[in-house]
């Protein structure tokens, strides 16, 4: 397929950019508003998505807004990563009948770029109930469980190892889906309610580990994932091979500006982070991108309308290609795969998954799967040590951001019911914990929103 390569004005232009009113309007009429919504349930926060946009049609985005970020916390950063063709839009009932499902996802970026337009969170901190929680990882799962956590009246510090917060959110989602102004906003955002955050050290090593389990009540794991995964091949320590989110992170660092050129690129994987290393290596200029996998096209785990997106874009897609070695002296030349197909290239990115956090995890005592996931109470997210929990991808392997969102709500609530065990959560915090395991609830009394 030809290479239909983007200028340098449209490269990281938005796909799916913001609504304006009149058509966030004529969007919203289009909604059955649902009893038994099959969006809310796809969605892992359960947002009740009939509400929010029934809000939107009656012109209170604001409230809409708000309905959202109760369930859930990053509903702002959400409503442009979130896959929603295969969650809630993929659910909408409107495929029954072949038509086009509701946008949610933009609409839900309207009424959430609203809220953010005011510049303050539409919820306040609880009150002061006297214990401290410190959160490892600035990343979704940790920010949305600190969000929460405040509601309930917890004094939280996020510990950070990374300059600025956000995590895979600031440094390794496409520029494409989100830009990383856009992540460290929402971060900013919702630090508002009180949020103490310690950055640039790695708890382990700049903190030890002995100071939270003294000085905090309870500790919340949400440090992702570790290094990309070694090829295990020869040439593979040759200048010019880097892993998918070390590339990622430059391409968002400096708008693309400090990736160096390159005729050919080669990335290794087949899931969405192999994906978007594809994509914005033809973004940055890349005259010809080779996305190779080892299986057949039927087990690449990336999503079929990214997959899509890949092509699009002038990708070539090579299936059953096991890498065999890289090729070259001084750089990388090329690289080998086991039929013996070689494709010449200056430029090899990894992108077949990442490892496990297990020094750290041993460090805890905590319990892991024998794949190194954290083991964790499924209703609660503790983990084997006492007021210990754990969410995101160091306990689900790595999913989506909604997953780490909806983590760190139910482990807020895990963790106020292990330090008050038998009491009931602050009144005002009803809806959100509702929404935990998508309970019907009653309707959020409104609010003004002049």
């Keep these: 397929m030809a290479s239909s390569k983007k200028t340098p004005v449209d490269a990281f232009a938005e796909?799916?950019?913001?609504?304006?009113?009149?058509?966030?309007?004529?969007?919203?009429?289009?909604?059955?508003?649902?009893?038994?919504?099959p969006c809310v349930t796809a969605c892992p926060t359960h947002i009740d998505v009939p509400r929010f946009i029934r809000q939107i049609a009656a012109a209170d985005a604001l409230g809409s807004g708000e309905t959202i970020l109760e369930a859930n916390a990053l509903g702002h950063s959400c409503a442009r990563v979130c896959?929603?063709?295969?969650?809630?839009?993929g659910a909408c009932v409107y495929h029954d009948w072949q038509e086009k499902p509701i946008q949610i996802a933009r609409l839900q970026r309207h009424a959430t770029d609203a809220v953010y337009a005011t510049g303050e969170p539409p919820f306040n901190p609880g009150?002061?109930?006297g214990k401290r929680v410190a959160i490892i990882g600035a990343g979704p799962a940790g920010a949305s469980c600190a969000a929460y956590l405040r509601r309930l009246g917890f004094a939280v510090t996020i510990f950070e190892k990374r300059k600025l917060p956000g995590g895979l959110n600031t440094y390794g989602v496409a520029e494409y889906k989100m830009s990383q102004p856009t992540a460290i906003e929402e971060m900013k955002f919702l630090f508002k309610l009180g949020c103490d955050v310690v950055t640039g050290k790695e708890v382990g090593k700049d903190v030890p580990i002995a100071d939270l389990t003294n000085d905090f009540d309870a500790v919340f794991v949400g440090i992702g994932l570790s290094d990309t995964r070694s090829l295990g091949i020869?040439?593979?320590?040759?200048?010019?091979?880097?892993?998918a989110l070390s590339f990622i992170e430059r391409v968002k660092a400096k708008g693309g500006k400090g990736v160096p050129a390159s005729e050919s690129t080669v990335v290794i994987g087949g899931g969405n982070t192999a994906i978007d290393a594809t994509t914005q290596s033809v973004r940055t200029g890349a005259a010809k991108v080779t996305l190779a996998y080892r299986r057949g096209?039927?087990?690449?785990?990336a999503y079929d309308f990214e997959v899509l997106l890949a092509k699009t874009d002038g990708a070539t897609i090579l299936t059953n290609a096991v890498p065999k070695r890289i090729i070259g002296k001084t750089k990388v030349e090329g690289i080998e795969f086991a039929d013996k197909t070689q494709i010449a290239c200056d430029r090899v990115i990894k992108a077949i998954g990442q490892t496990k956090h297990f020094a750290l995890a041993k460090a805890f005592g905590l319990a892991q799967h024998e794949d190194g996931r954290l083991k964790v109470n499924a209703d609660t997210l503790a983990c084997s040590r006492v007021n210990i929990f754990a969410g995101g991808d160091a306990v689900n392997g790595g999913r989506e951001v909604v997953n780490a969102a909806a983590d760190g709500k139910r482990a807020?609530?895990?963790?106020?019911?292990?330090?008050?065990?038998?009491?009931?959560?602050?009144?005002?915090?009803?809806?959100?914990?509702?929404?935990?395991?998508?309970r019907k609830v009653a309707p959020i009394t409104p609010r003004s929103h002049s």
């Design 15 to 37: 796909l799916k950019g913001p609504m304006t009113r009149e058509e966030a309007r004529i969007e919203s009429s289009r909604c059955l508003y649902c009893y038994d919504a």
């Design 83 to 89: 896959p929603v063709e295969v969650l809630c839009e």
């Design 127 to 129: 009150k002061d109930n």
């Design 234 to 243: 020869p040439g593979e320590e040759l200048p010019g091979v880097m892993d």
């Design 297 to 301: 096209a039927a087990d690449m785990s």
């Design 412 to 438: 807020a609530w895990g963790i106020f019911r292990a330090l008050f065990p038998g009491q009931p959560a602050p009144v005002d915090n009803a809806y959100w914990i509702s929404t935990i395991d998508g």
